[in-house]
């Protein structure tokens, strides 16, 4: 089993490619609409989206953009996406630098990080492993 994409919710393109393109440094794969009658169909909520779908060789994620009068983004309070990056404490003091809250707590020996994007979303931030055959 491969994981195909993850959706998520945001509140503006420009939050968007603050976040995923320039931060994470993902590329547009595509753009689309959702009208609201697929919406509807979908995900039982009458409203129009744009969607840019972001990713590289090994990530995707399929970004919704609420058209006025939709409804906004809805985090949960325990829906996270974890990533891998490379160099992560530097990779958190950009994070930071760019106005993103950085959550840090002890779970016995490691150190779980937690950072929320500009639309309440959160993601468990993880060093990417560098293992050698």
């Not at 779908?53 to 009068?69: A, Q």
């Not at 959550?103 to 500009?118: C, M, P, W, Y």
Request: aromatic share 8%; glycine share 8%; charged share 25%.
């Amino acid at each position: 089993m491969n994981l195909n994409h993850v959706a998520l919710a945001v509140s503006s393109k420009e939050n968007a490619e603050h976040f995923f393109g320039r931060l994470l440094g993902l590329e547009v794969i595509r753009t689309q609409k959702i009208p609201a009658d697929l919406s509807r169909r979908l995900f039982d909520v009458d409203a129009e989206y744009s969607v840019i779908l972001y990713g590289n060789e090994d990530f995707r994620v399929e970004v919704f953009i609420p058209h006025k009068g939709a409804p906004g983004p809805q985090p949960g309070p325990v829906a996270h996406l974890c990533l891998e990056v490379t160099e992560r404490e530097a990779w958190l003091d950009r994070a930071a630098a760019a106005g993103l809250e950085v959550r840090r707590a002890q779970k016995g020996e490691s150190l779980v990080v937690f950072v929320k994007d500009f639309d309440g979303n959160l993601y468990e931030i993880k060093e990417k492993s560098t293992l050698s055959g």
